[in-house]
């Protein structure tokens, strides 16, 4: 059976609107999915590290990921981020996506207690063999601690028909490479930094799972789509032209400064939960001004 392919082009790795009481608002959720699909995003990737799934109790992250299947009904591919440190939760959060009709799910690597390569095999295949739909490997070794070498998802791919995708936030293009080069290709390689869309792409990648798409969807879905279309040079001058917006997008540890660049933009994005705090005064200065060099606003 051939590997099947969840989406091309920009994913927007999704906020979560937050009250002022920290508690979800579901129709600002809403409101936001709407503005990503009429902006052009090509998938929508609910509860990963940038929708503060860390600070979700369990019963929240999966009535956030079937609010979002729900009201999306599937205009656009959604994929739920169902990773977890402990192997058994990410199977039962895997199969719950499933059974509210999830076009994918996003696994990060185990943090904190981390895991062995042969750790990782087991881990992921006992997610692969728990469900059907296809899964997207997560690799961010700056969170986790843990990085998937390219020989394991190599080996992963050929054991399992449905490890289809590996967003990559390695930022680390050597690695990259290898990894296609180890799965012959065989696998869908989604950038996790908004600003190696282009390189990645550039080495047969499908697109990116996106921050940026936020707060400029149609901008990130034009590099992805003109790179797809045969306008490398397109591509690349949107990418350069949209780099000081990424950079200032990730002046703190993400999702802090889109969250705040979302409520400039209007949305009511709210606070972020704790640990997660409030941005610096300079450092909103800066998330504004390059949202109005952009464009944006």
Known sequence: MGKKTIFTGAGVAIVTPFNADGSINYDEFGRIIEDQISGGTDAIIVCGTTGESATMTEEEHMDVVKYCIDKVNKRVPVVAGTG??????????????????????????????????????????????????????????????????????????????????????????????????????????????????????????????????????KQTHDICAEFLNGNVEKSRELQIKYLPLIHALFCEVNPIPVKYAMNLKGFAAGPTRLPLTEMSDAHKKLVEDEMKAAGII
């Open 84 to 217: 977890s440190n402990c192997t058994a939760t990410a199977v039962k959060l895997s199969k719950i996506a499933e059974e509210y009709g999830a076009d994918g799910i996003l696994s990060v690597t185990p943090y904190y207690n981390k895991a062995t390569q042969a750790g990782l095999v087991a881990h992921f295949g006992a997610i692969a063999e728990a469900i059907n739909i296809p899964i997207i490997l997560y690799n961010v070794p700056s969170r986790t601690g843990c990085n998937i070498q390219p020989e394991t998802v190599a080996e992963l791919v050929k054991k399992y028909d449905n490890i289809v995708g590996l967003k990559d936030a390695t930022g680390n293009l050597s690695q990259t490479a290898n990894t296609v080069l180890a799965t012959n290709g065989e696998i869908d390689i989604y950038s996790g930094n908004d600003d190696q869309i282009v390189p990645i792409m550039s080495l047969g990648g499908k697109g990116v799972i996106s921050v940026l798409s936020n707060v400029a969807p």
